[in-house]
């Protein structure tokens, strides 16, 4: 069983940058994918970034590259998504998910419904 409980999100305007950390807790394997979801309102979830391994390898979604970066802290038991350059349409709430016992070849093609453990949310708006 996976914990995990995100924060950070909040309001800012076009152009700003924002921090979301995903705090895990539960045991993991070197197989462990983590990733980041949003889903605006009236939207379907999408994926935004993940990383596999402890940062093995990363994945970036067309609308988050050169501006999303995702980090993981083992120290800490943390994931982040460093946000820059944000833009009104990155308004959304944004979910932490993960998944264990995944491959390295695999783990970019993982739908939302795939990931078993997620946690609550956190939002953010971004106003033009």
């Known amino acids: 069983q996976v914990h995990l409980v995100e924060s950070g999100g909040g309001s800012v305007q076009a152009g700003g940058s924002l921090r979301l950390s995903c705090a895990f807790s539960?045991?993991?394997?070197?197989?462990?994918?983590m990733a980041w979801f949003r889903q605006a309102p009236g939207k379907e979830r999408a994926g935004v970034a993940s990383?596999?391994?402890?940062?093995?390898?990363?994945y970036y979604a067309a609308s988050a590259k050169g501006r999303f970066t995702i980090s993981q802290d083992n120290a800490t038991n943390t994931v982040s998504l460093q946000m820059n350059t944000l833009k009104p349409e990155d308004t959304a709430m944004y979910h932490c998910?993960?998944?264990?016992?995944?491959?390295?070849?695999?783990?970019?093609?993982?739908?939302?419904?795939?990931?078993?453990?997620w946690g609550p949310g956190t939002q953010v708006i971004v106003s033009s």
């Open positions: 998910a993960a998944h264990d016992g995944v491959t390295l070849s695999t783990y970019t093609n993982l739908a939302g419904d795939e990931f078993p453990y």
């Open positions: 539960g045991y993991i394997s070197s197989r462990i994918c």
């Open positions: 990383i596999y391994s402890f940062g093995l390898s990363r």
